[in-house]
């Protein structure tokens, strides 16, 4: 069964530190692992798309990283901001023969403190 | 701005009205898609559109009724719902449903609320 776990469920830090999400997964056959966040009540703005052969892609403050041999991706998050508080949510596509189909992991809740 | 665009944003219903949602996309992109998400959940998918035919209806109740009248627009028809089915609804597209859904890009999304 085709799964989507992330670590922390939740997390709390301080303005200006760093921050890093965990995204483990068992999807296949895998075709690209996607970075959303998401604020409540809106709809998941995608940060980064990584394929199979990307290890490291960065948007902004955001650098996310792709290990497909241990299936395992991370979010780091540099400098962090009010606006930062969301739900952050991985997800992996599959190709099937029904075409592309996505997993969702259940999330990270960031709330970014003063 | 999301380039896919749901409206409204906002909606209360009463479980014997009729209302629908509309999603609206010109990136080109040739598969449409329905989700819910509950609250603290991540979304699930309801129906999938690809070249304006549906290509997948994940087992949802009748009452809730698709469309997609052309390549940029795709409709929800709503009727008879239970405040159960109270939740955001989001419309996403991508450039089609076999290539690893590339351009995956959703909506804003509609928060229903049936009383």
């Known amino acids: 069964k085709n799964q989507v776990e992330q670590s922390p469920q939740s997390l709390i830090i301080l303005e200006g530190k760093n921050c890093t999400l965990q995204c483990n997964y068992t999807v296949s056959p895998f075709s690209n692992l996607r970075w959303y966040k998401q604020d409540t009540g809106r709809g998941p703005v995608s940060l980064t798309i990584?394929?199979?052969?990307?290890n490291t892609k960065s948007n902004r403050r955001y650098t996310a990283t792709l290990d497909a041999d241990t299936k395992q991706s991370s979010l780091h998050i540099t400098a962090s901001q009010l606006s930062d508080s969301a739900s952050y949510i991985c997800v992996v596509s599959a190709l099937t023969g029904g075409g592309n189909k996505l997993t969702f992991g259940t999330g990270t809740q960031l709330k970014v403190e003063l | 701005d999301t380039e896919v665009t749901q409206t409204p944003k906002h909606l209360v219903m009463g479980m014997t009205n009729k209302k629908s949602l509309k999603c609206e996309q010109h990136m080109g992109h040739r598969a449409m898609y329905w989700y819910k998400q509950k609250a603290k959940k991540p979304p699930e998918l309801m129906f999938v559109y690809s070249y304006e035919k549906l290509s997948i209806n994940e087992s949802v109740p009748s009452r809730f009724s698709p469309e997609c009248p052309n390549s940029s627009l795709l409709n929800l028809h709503l009727h008879a719902l239970q405040p159960e089915d109270s939740a955001l609804y989001l419309c996403?597209?991508?450039?089609?449903?076999?290539?690893?859904?590339?351009?995956?890009?959703f909506g804003s999304g509609t928060r229903l609320t049936v009383v």
């Open positions: 990584m394929t199979f052969s990307e």
């Open positions: 996403a597209s991508s450039q089609d449903s076999g290539r690893g859904g590339y351009g995956y890009t």
